[in-house]
């Protein structure tokens, strides 16, 4: 006889969704609050060291890496739905429940990215400094890599509970 691995059943299928659901309830409010109470200032640290310019370089790649990778999941995850005979099925609650979350947080994480990036060029355009230590620059990184992980996260609850109800 053959083992093949037990899928979730309907159940299971429906906790998961509602539980993906509420993680990203919380991690928007979350995110929210940190970037509407967190404090903006930077300390001045002048971008004429090479150190500091390594360091800002390194740190926009970083960022800008993870937004490729989002949008290239993104795009991926659409051509595998639409454009392939696949064995995943969207169709229920569940499964569209976690299609759209992965989309919401695939698509939060590449929000997140254009806000800091957008914030943190301004700052070295305008003052050009770069404090890769403060509280800001730290959320945007974190809630950029939290999205993305609710994410990749989300696409593989959409195709395991998607396989199961096919």
């Known amino acids: ?22 993680v990203f309830i919380a991690l928007c409010g979350w995110a929210l609050h940190t970037f509407l109470t967190i404090d903006r200032g930077m300390v ?14 390194l740190f926009f790649e970083k960022m800008t890496a ?24 969207i169709r229920g609650w569940p499964t569209i ?20 990036y957008d914030f943190l060029v301004g700052r070295i355009f305008y003052h050009a400094t770069f404090d890769i230590d403060a509280p800001i620059v730290a959320s945007v990184q974190s809630a950029q890599q939290y999205f993305f992980l609710k994410g990749v996260v989300d696409l593989g609850a959409t195709i395991l509970i998607g396989r199961r109800t096919s």
């Open 44 to 57: 001045i640290y002048r971008l004429d060291a090479e150190s500091s310019r390594l360091a800002s370089n």
């Open 1 to 22: 006889m053959h083992d093949t691995p037990r899928l979730p059943t309907a159940r299971w299928a429906v906790f998961v969704a509602v539980l993906l659901a509420v």
């Open 66 to 89: 993870l937004a490729q990778l989002a949008v290239a999941l993104l795009g991926g995850t659409w051509a595998f739905i639409t454009l392939a005979e696949t064995t995943v099925r």
């Open 97 to 116: 429940t976690c299609f759209s979350l992965a989309n919401l947080s695939l698509a939060s994480s590449l929000l997140v990215y254009v806000y800091g």
